[in-house]
């Protein structure tokens, strides 16, 4: 059976449902299930001057009857409705819940076993904040619904590249006390464990790059590597693991030790994410780990300034659905 994969477009009012419905005019090699406002793809298809045939269903049970077929143009929906309507590039707080409700419904239908796999589109956190609705991101929202601890990571040329965080969004004042033996333990443990579980890595080869320059210089530029990194490096070691360093940064992300690993671990968000930024720009995607479902995103945010213009590039958005479908597979190869 073929993989079914429950996107969710993201704000009504930026690109995400201009690239659900450009990304629809295709095929692929799985079922799109849509959990979206079936008059937000309509209109947003009509600005672009698209045609697209959109099935809905009234339940995830329909589903399961449902004979499933991918045809170019057509878009199976779950419908959840919008609050107001939904004007291109013209944020709008009484979506917000829509948003969030897109989110759980789809991650619901993974639950129930009905959908094999998450692809997100992109929100707007200021939005919903702005709402009155306490929100810090997807990975976070996906780890309430799912009762998991989420690590992020993100991946780029064909996942040549894949860079994953022990802390992702903190001021740099407070990245070095965040950073525990227990925090970067349990993040390497659910790093290795997804690379072997949903990629089918059976010994990963992690480099992990020290906090400070130069990894320290033996304690000159800061003790973390001395007293934090290295000891839980030696402990997963002995147990196992394949990993080396800390190394350098500057040194790390380069094609020398890069060809010989599986991933790279970096301690804070700006310490790896450009470079992978830079290498794939327009194409890398986002993998949350740590979760017990399947989840990947774009790696880019609403662009309201380009909702139904027509003139945005849909190459992180067709990645991230390509890579949910591959680790579907996977997971439902594994399962026969």
Do not use: W
């Amino acid at each position: 059976m073929p993989a079914i994969i429950a996107i969710t477009p993201g704000e009504p009012a930026g690109i995400g449902p201009d690239l659900a419905v450009i990304s629809a005019q295709g095929t692929m090699d799985a079922i799109p299930l849509y959990f979206a406002d079936p008059e937000l793809l309509r209109s947003r298809a009509a600005e672009l001057n698209l045609d697209i045939q959109i099935e809905t269903i009234s339940s995830l049970s329909e589903l399961v009857q449902t004979t499933l077929t991918d045809q170019p143009g057509k878009m199976l929906v779950y419908p959840v409705q919008l609050a107001t309507e939904a004007i291109a590039g013209k944020l709008d707080r009484q979506n917000a819940g829509y948003v969030l409700e897109c989110i759980r419904l789809a991650v619901e239908s993974i639950q129930q076993g009905v959908c094999h796999a998450l692809m997100t589109g992109p929100i707007h956190k200021g939005v919903i904040n702005d709402a009155g609705i306490p929100f810090s991101g997807h990975t976070e929202y996906l780890a309430e619904l799912t009762s998991a601890t989420p690590v992020m990571m993100l991946a780029a040329e064909a996942e040549k590249l894949r860079v994953a965080l022990v802390t992702t969004h903190l001021p740099l004042s407070q990245v070095s006390a965040a950073i525990t033996p227990q925090a970067l333990e349990q993040v390497l443990r659910i790093l290795h464990h997804d690379l072997q579980q949903k990629y089918a890595i059976t010994d990963p080869h992690i480099l992990v790059c020290g906090l400070n320059p130069h990894a320290g210089e033996g304690g000159h530029m800061g003790m973390e590597e001395i007293e934090v990194i290295e000891p839980v490096l030696r402990q997963l070691r002995d147990e196992g693991m394949h990993l080396t360093g800390p190394l350098p940064a500057d040194t790390l992300f380069t094609p020398k030790h890069l060809q010989q690993a599986d991933a790279v671990l970096a301690m804070y968000h700006d310490q790896g994410l450009p470079v992978l930024k830079y290498v794939g720009f327009g194409h890398a995607i986002n993998i949350t780990l740590g979760l017990p479902i399947i989840r990947t995103s774009v790696d880019h945010g609403t662009a309201l300034d380009l909702a139904g213009s027509g003139r945005i590039d849909n190459g992180s958005y067709m990645a991230a659905l390509h890579s949910a479908i591959f680790l579907a597979s996977q997971q439902l190869k594994h399962q026969v």
